[in-house]
């Protein structure tokens, strides 16, 4: 039952979307609630804020593939091709400024 209660609380993008300390308030609060003895309750609440940070890492992630997804779809410039392109623009300047 701990086990798959700590699973259903600590998967994907609920987690991710709950703040930290909101976490660890569910962790003490189940801790509490149950029948942890101290060091079982102070490895879970250990073990949930490694798993938030993992699922708030993972979700981060995702999201940023998706829009870069989104970006080239849209077929727009990254950050990279413009500093490219303003470097060449630098180089060309440069060389029209020195003749």
């Given at each position: 039952m701990f086990d798959y209660l700590q699973k259903a609380m600590l998967t994907g993008v609920g987690l991710a979307l709950r703040s930290k300390t909101e976490i660890e308030?569910?962790?003490k609060e189940f801790a509490k609630t149950s029948s942890m003895s101290q060091?079982?309750?102070r490895d879970f609440l250990k073990d949930c804020q490694g798993k938030y940070e993992e699922a708030k890492e993972e979700f981060d992630k995702k999201v940023e593939a998706t829009i870069e997804k989104i970006?080239?779809?849209l077929d727009l410039p990254s950050r990279s091709d413009i500093?490219?392109?303003n470097d060449r623009i630098d180089a060309l300047t440069k060389k029209l400024t020195d003749e």
């Open positions: 308030d569910l962790a060091d079982e309750a970006l080239k779809k500093k490219v392109l």
